[in-house]
């Protein structure tokens, strides 16, 4: 089981309150999920991607890199237990790829559904493969059918239509990504609903601040006073807001640059509730 953190947001932000003020930080996320992290920052030159194949709270360079590089209107970050593929660079997520950034939580197929998967791939996308993880095999096929149908949320469809469809087992496609323009995050588990959980949260609040812990008032408060706004996805509710929302299984969450989240219904479900 691994950890995912998204954001997006009208402005250029940090994570410095989510990472490590936050009363459920998720640096302590990577205390259970040891085996890599990784974070992606969407700046005016493009994407900027770090990760390291050990854990976030024993990086020597993770907190100076958040607190003093790391700032975009889009954030994507990972803590990693593995499941497929030894701790490597090559199988930490996220992954970036034509223009993609990409991070996945759950296990997907054993070794007869891993060549199937590979298989649905064109020669390009094998070509491309950084390491050895059914996780990037799954966003590979997201981006080709990204590309084939010239349409994210129908391509992502398709990609989940294809696993379904060529019966490949799978624990949970829970993912965080993004296109450069938006953030998508899918929620879409078989089994331990309570393991495969996916919320978001909408910032600032403007009321109720009654029962928040100091740092998290004082994050609403800038926020208030600076004009930012933004929607965080976390597998976790590592805040103590009372707003976060539960993704339902089989949706997945579009959110544009205008702030304005939208729930898409997978074609077939993902699993019974």
């Known amino acids: 089981m691994c950890r995912l953190f998204g954001l997006i947001a009208n402005k250029p932000v940090d994570v410095r309150y989510s990472f490590y003020l936050s009363p ?3 640096e302590d996320l990577s205390k259970d999920n040891p085996h890599g992290w990784g974070i992606a920052w969407l700046t005016d030159k493009g994407w900027g991607l770090f990760k390291e194949p050990i854990p976030l709270h024993k990086s020597s360079r993770a907190r100076n890199l958040i607190e003093k590089q790391v700032r975009g209107r889009i954030i994507i970050s990972h803590v990693r237990k593995a499941s497929d593929g030894s701790p490597s660079f090559g199988n930490t ?16 197929g054993n070794r007869r559904d891993r060549d199937v998967l590979l298989g649905l791939l064109e020669d390009e996308h094998r070509e491309n493969l950084e390491g050895e993880t059914d996780s990037e095999l799954f966003f590979h096929l997201i981006v080709q059918e990204v590309f084939r149908a010239g349409d994210p949320v129908r391509g992502i469809q398709s990609a989940v239509r294809k696993i379904l469809d060529k019966d490949i087992y799978f624990s949970s496609l829970n993912f965080v990504a993004s296109d450069g323009k938006r953030l998508y995050a899918l929620r879409c588990f078989t089994r331990k609903p309570y393991r495969y959980t996916l919320y978001y949260i909408e910032r600032p609040i403007t009321d109720d601040f ?5 740092a998290t008032k004082q ?3 800038t926020k208030l006073r ?26 997945l969450l579009v959110i544009d ?14 699993a019974s509730e």
Request: proline letters at 4%; aromatic letters at 10%; hydrophobic letters at 35%.
């Open 219 to 221: 994050l609403i408060e």
């Open 93 to 108: 997520h996220p992954w970036q790829y034509r223009g993609w950034v990409f991070a996945h939580n759950g296990k997907i």
């Open 257 to 270: 640059s205008d702030l304005k989240p939208q729930l898409r219904e997978i074609k077939r479900k993902c």
């Open 210 to 214: 009654w029962g928040l812990s100091d």
């Open 226 to 251: 600076t004009g930012e706004r933004a929607i965080v996805v976390a597998s976790e509710k590592i805040s103590d807001e009372k707003c976060w929302r539960e993704i339902p299984n089989g949706r």
């Open 24 to 26: 459920h930080k998720f």
